[in-house]
């Protein structure tokens, strides 16, 4: 019944190295959506995506980014890691937002930069 | 731009009490939505407000928009252990077309 998944639910990795997070969602959701959360601060969006290949700035995408060639697939790019980016990463889809319900998030990728 | 806050950012209740936790925005709001965040979990969403002055229940939780669409609470009746969690409210911008802002959230803590 798993219906967002998010490829690794625990990643380690390191200083300056280039990092993959993916999310695929089998609801033919329109929208994706990548967030961290951190403790006190809630979830912060990243980026989203409304469609293929397009893509929004959320409130904090520097030092990301994000490719969505396939609607189903939604992947948050680290260009070079850095240890402030060590979070919780949640992955989320829609549909059009406010209609139906709400977001379905993955089970997260905890990600630790050393 | 817009800013969702709640209060309070922790909630201590014990086994059967009564509690409020309150979401307000620093913008008119569309829509609002709560999700429930469980230890160890990730968030699930829980309801949709829409209307103004919009009250719902679902079993002990009554959700309430306000009349202004600016603020929203939840409230939980006769606590249980199964309650524990983080509880977050998110708001859409009538200008923000996709994108829900999301509280920092309300730890629940349940004593029994």
């Known amino acids: 019944d798993v219906k967002v998944t998010q490829s690794s639910r625990y990643l380690v990795k390191r200083t300056g190295e280039k990092v993959f997070l993916e999310c695929v969602q089998d609801?033919?959701?329109?929208?994706m959506f990548w967030y961290r959360q951190d403790p006190g601060l809630g979830l912060r969006l990243i980026y989203f995506?409304?469609?293929?290949?397009?893509?929004e700035k959320g409130d904090i995408p520097e030092g990301y980014s994000v490719s969505r060639e396939k609607k189903e697939r939604f992947s948050l790019i680290l260009e070079s890691a850095s240890t402030n980016q060590t979070s919780m990463y949640l992955c989320?889809?829609?549909?059009?937002?406010?209609?139906?319900?709400?977001?379905?998030f993955g089970s997260g990728t905890r990600l630790t930069v050393v | 731009g817009q800013q969702v806050m709640q209060i309070p950012q922790y909630q201590h209740v014990q086994e059967g009490e009564d509690f409020t936790t309150y979401c307000n925005s620093s913008?008119?709001?569309?829509?609002i939505q709560w999700y429930k965040q469980r230890p160890g979990g990730h968030p699930v969403f829980l309801i949709q407000?829409?209307?103004?002055?919009e009250v719902k229940k679902q079993k002990r939780l009554t959700f309430q928009f306000g009349e202004a669409k600016k603020n929203s609470s939840l409230h939980i009746t006769a606590t249980q252990t199964t309650d524990v969690g983080t509880y977050f409210c998110?708001?859409?911008?009538?200008?923000?077309?996709?994108?829900?802002?999301f509280g920092a959230g309300t730890q629940v803590v349940v004593t029994p």
């Open positions: 609801m033919d959701h329109e929208n």
């Open positions: 998110a708001g859409l911008g009538t200008d923000s077309w996709g994108k829900f802002q």
């Open positions: 913008t008119t709001l569309s829509n």
């Open positions: 995506s409304y469609d293929v290949k397009m893509k």
């Open positions: 989320a889809s829609s549909y059009v937002p406010g209609v139906l319900d709400g977001y379905t």
């Open positions: 407000l829409v209307k103004s002055g």
